[in-house]
């Protein structure tokens, strides 16, 4: 599986199966299959309420444990120390697993002092429960403040990224201060494929629409984490590690943004 390295020194696959709204029986299956397929990087979070049906998946799989890449997330209401602390023992238990390749912070919450959080992250890898930490939605000036405490300790900031929220500045920003840029949401949640200029382009070059997407965005270093619920849509993305297409091939879609944000909460800080 094709990889970037962390600031930590450790590898973390390009490509990432995303589990959002895969739950029970169905989510164990897919997982599963991703394995076997050849995946090795699996993107959950405490909020998704799937972590015990993935825990099957990757006992099933009986892939070495530091052949895997597992990211979870903690909520935004449980960033203080203790509840921080406590709700990273709930994933490990819940995923039946000794440590986290990635642990992210799923939103900033203005109202729980950053600090308070930061410090139960460098303790928990210090204590050997997370390889790697990193945060969610957060904006340039959440990364400078993060930045500015703590220094080298984040690698990672996951945020929505596709062809219509094309977040250059925050992407330059991250590769700037060695973050690693995930991009959820890589397909627009669907968008991408009601979209005839990335079709025709997909047509001309042999491809299907998503994977010309995700490609585009592999291309420009980033990880891409898309959700696929059916052996077809698995497969279709696994593919791309093996594509062969320059980035020049791509450039069309750097003038689709229209700043389109499909995941905004009511209690998002991206002002
Ligand atoms: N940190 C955060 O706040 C946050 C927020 C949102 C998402 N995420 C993460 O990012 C992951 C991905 O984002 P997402 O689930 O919002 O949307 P997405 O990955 O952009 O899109 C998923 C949709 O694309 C379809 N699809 C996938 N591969 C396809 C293919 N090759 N051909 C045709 N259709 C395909 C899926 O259909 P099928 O299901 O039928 O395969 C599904 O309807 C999430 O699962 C989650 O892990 C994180």
Not at 127 to 151: A, I
Request: hydrophobic share 40%.
């Amino acid at each position: 599986m094709k990889s970037i390295i962390l600031n930590s020194g450790q590898e973390m696959p390009v490509l990432g199966l995303g589990t959002w709204q895969l739950n029970g029986p169905k989510c164990t299956e897919i997982v599963k299959e991703a394995l076997e397929m050849g995946y090795r990087h699996i993107d959950t979070a405490d909020a998704y309420e799937n972590q015990q049906d993935i825990a099957p998946a990757l006992r099933a799989s009986g892939i070495d444990r530091n052949e895997l890449f597992i990211t979870s997330k903690v909520n935004r209401l449980d960033l203080h120390y203790d509840d921080f602390l406590k709700k990273t023992d709930k994933i490990l238990n819940e995923l039946e697993i000794e440590y986290l390749d990635l642990l992210l912070i799923h939103w900033p919450n203005k109202d729980i002092p950053i600090e308070e959080t930061l410090k139960a992250m460098a303790e928990l890898k210090v204590r050997g429960k997370v390889k790697n930490l990193g945060v969610s939605n957060f904006t340039e000036s959440h990364l400078e403040k993060v930045l500015d405490l703590y220094p080298g300790l984040i690698s990672v900031n996951q945020v929505e990224f596709h062809p219509y929220l094309y977040q250059k500045a925050l992407l330059d920003y991250c590769q700037k201060n060695d973050i690693v840029l995930t991009a959820y949401s890589p397909l627009a949640r669907g968008m991408v494929f009601e979209d005839n200029r990335i079709k025709e382009l997909a047509e001309e070059y042999g491809h299907t629409p998503a994977q010309l997407v995700l490609k585009w965005l592999v291309e420009k270093g980033i990880v891409v984490i898309p959700k696929a619920g059916s052996t077809a849509h698995l497969k279709d993305n696994l593919e791309v590690l093996n594509m062969d297409l320059p980035a020049s091939a791509l450039e069309l879609l750097d003038t689709f943004n229209e700043n389109r944000r499909l995941i905004a909460p009511s209690f998002h800080e991206f002002w």
